[in-house]
């Protein structure tokens, strides 16, 4: 699967020199396009608007204690997340100061993530969170642009 970076998003339209239109009649009318790096091949694809990007859920927790049933429920929960299309690959971060950690899971469409999120291991999962963490939060975001230099093959979404 080739991984793509997203650069800036930018509009076409009633709007003066690409700059978002100033009233609302004129919004519908803005076309907005995404320019995208592709790094293996070095070129730029523009996507118009519509186009399904990249979706990052921010699984935030707070860890309480796990057992054994919560390693085999997280691993085939892993093993799930990996099998549907769309998964795109996941980093995990954990707080210097606290036991906090952030886990990022990248998907290519909201469909996917649904998909993932009716698997009976996630369900059962976020029905027994109390047993394994002290507290938890997710957030899911779609990508607009993502930029940076340095992390080559270690940017993001993970390949």
């Given amino acids: 699967m080739e991984m793509f970076s997203v650069g800036k998003v930018r ?13 609302d009649s004129a919004v519908s009318a803005c076309r907005c ?17 519509g186009t399904v990007m990249t979706y990052l859920v921010m699984f935030r927790l707070d860890p309480g204690e796990y057992d054994a049933e919560f390693h085999e429920l997280n691993d085939a929960i892993q ?10 690959g ?11 950690i952030l886990v990022a899971y990248y998907w290519e469409s909201l469909d996917a ?8 291991e996630h369900k059962e999962a976020k029905q027994r969170w109390t047993e394994w963490y002290d507290a938890y939060e ?22």
Avoid at 11 to 23: H, V
């Fill in 90 to 100: 996941k980093r995990t971060w954990h707080a210097p100061e606290s036991e906090e």
């Fill in 11 to 23: 509009c076409e339209g009633p709007g003066e020199g690409g700059q978002k239109p100033k009233s």
């Fill in 113 to 120: 993530l649904e998909t993932f999120g009716a698997y009976s």
């Fill in 33 to 49: 396009l995404l320019t995208i790096v592709c790094p293996k091949e070095k070129h730029l694809v523009r996507m118009d608007e």
């Fill in 138 to 159: 997710v957030t899911v975001t779609e990508v607009i642009e993502s930029y940076g230099s340095g992390f080559g093959d270690d940017a993001d979404p993970p390949a």
């Fill in 79 to 88: 093993v799930a997340a990996e099998d549907t299309e769309g998964y795109l």
